[in-house]
């Protein structure tokens, strides 16, 4: 006979851990860079230009617990790569670095109140501007920090934009 009480302490364990929301972050994260990835370019690649991997991470910070943010930040950029083979496997270390640094700092940010709706903008500087210094401490991999940014100005605006409007919805609810 199956012991209920287990059943129940299981069940209110994967709501506690917010497991079910974690999954379903992680997968809309990973489609949604492997339809990016599908739209043909010639050179730089779209992800750079929309900055796609960093709106799944943004969500779970504005409505969830911090690990379901942490583990999308951590696990979308490398099972990206496992399945689609993007992002190139020289910068894995450099986006997966720059999406927790970005979590990290959007964390800090959300507990000051006046800064709350613009804290992906201030998240998303920091995290582009000091990655690549953390990648060097054990990489060769470089990148300009200056044309990055400059190429991820539409991005930029459309996480700062997704930012205020989550963070107006979730104050309202």
Not at 26 to 37: E, G, K, P
Not at 57 to 70: E, G, M, N, R
Not at 122 to 133: D, E, H, Q
Not at 149 to 162: H, Q, V, Y
Request: charged share 5%.
């Amino acid at each position: 006979m199956p012991n209920v009480n287990a059943s129940v302490v299981n069940n209110a364990a994967v709501r506690n851990l917010q497991v079910v929301e974690t999954i379903i972050l992680l997968a809309a994260s990973i489609l949604v860079q492997f339809l990016i990835h599908l739209i043909p370019t010639s050179g730089t690649p779209v992800g750079a230009f929309v900055l796609a991997m960093f709106f799944a991470p943004l969500i779970a910070v504005i409505f969830f617990k911090p690990h379901t943010a942490f583990v999308v930040a951590i696990f979308s950029p490398i099972l990206n790569y496992l399945i689609s083979g993007s992002p190139i496997a020289e910068i894995l270390p450099l986006m997966t670095i720059k999406l927790v640094l970005f979590v990290s700092c959007l964390y800090l940010f959300f507990n000051i109140k006046s800064i709350k709706k613009i804290s992906a903008l201030l998240a998303i500087l920091i995290s582009f501007t000091l990655s690549p210094f953390i990648v060097s401490l054990f990489s060769s991999y470089s990148e300009n920090v200056v044309s990055t940014l400059t190429t991820a100005i539409p991005g930029i605006l459309l996480l700062t934009l997704a930012n205020y409007f989550l963070v107006r919805y979730q104050e309202k609810n």
